[in-house]
């Protein structure tokens, strides 16, 4: 596993108990993403989004992984992901995380 290097904490309640998700990014798949979303501003004037996984550690920490962009139509307010293509996604990624405790994460960019 890459080194962890950005870090977030999200705090939210569930069943009104108070409760916070940390997670990291590493900074090769947070410019991976500012990448992505550079790129469909400067040529497109556009929004763009994408999928990733986020996999729980020993510690109970999550981790953004493997951040991609799928088939897409952007704009300027809004990404609508192909269906076939987060299908065939959705298919990849979870036979290979196989048996690693994870979640799916959309991402979204915004220009204002």
Known sequence: METKTRKWILPFKLNNIRRR???YVTQKNWDKILGYAEEAYETEKSEIGGMSVMVEDKDGDWSLQDP?????????????????????????????????????????????
């Open 21 to 23: 998700i940390v997670f």
């Open 68 to 112: 991609v962009i799928l088939e897409q139509e952007i704009s300027s307010g809004n990404t609508i992901l192909d269906k076939d293509a987060l299908a065939i996604y959705y298919t990849k990624q979870a036979r290979k995380m196989k048996k690693q405790n994870f979640r799916f994460c959309w991402w979204h960019s915004h220009h204002t």
